[in-house]
């Protein structure tokens, strides 16, 4: 079995910086791209930030300048430095994993999410 878990994510206000991490654990054979993904009730899930497994980096517009996103390949970990946070940045984010596990089966791993709300 393969997981995906978030944590970092809660209140701050309009301004200021959270730090969200991922980890992928499991029958793990190989990771290749990682994201991070946020959705609003009632709108659609939508692209935040990707990394590939060589470290190339792709944003939404809407955090471009403001996100940095990275990875630890050798734990399995990848993080969302959220910068000058603004209200509209609320959302549920949702780490995201294009991964081979041991039986070679290639597929994609959603987290269960982290609440990030912030406050004007």
């Known amino acids: 079995q393969v997981q995906l878990v978030e944590s970092g994510g809660g209140l701050v206000q309009a301004g200021g910086s959270l730090r969200l991490s991922c980890a992928a654990s499991?029958?793990?054979?190989?990771?290749?791209?990682m994201g991070w993904y946020r959705q609003i009730p009632g709108k659609q899930r939508e692209l935040v930030a990707r990394?590939?497994?060589?470290?190339?980096?792709n944003y939404a517009d809407s955090v471009k300048g403001r996100f940095t996103i990275s990875r630890d390949n050798a734990k399995k970990l990848v993080y969302l430095q959220m910068n000058s946070l603004k209200p509209e940045d609320t959302a549920v984010y949702y780490c995201?994993?294009?991964?081979?596990?041991?039986?070679?089966?290639?597929?994609?791993?959603w987290g269960q999410g982290t609440q990030v709300t912030v406050s004007s």
């Open positions: 499991g029958t793990i054979r190989s990771i290749n791209d």
């Open positions: 995201n994993a294009d991964l081979t596990d041991l039986r070679w089966t290639a597929k994609n791993y």
């Open positions: 990394i590939s497994s060589s470290g190339r980096t």
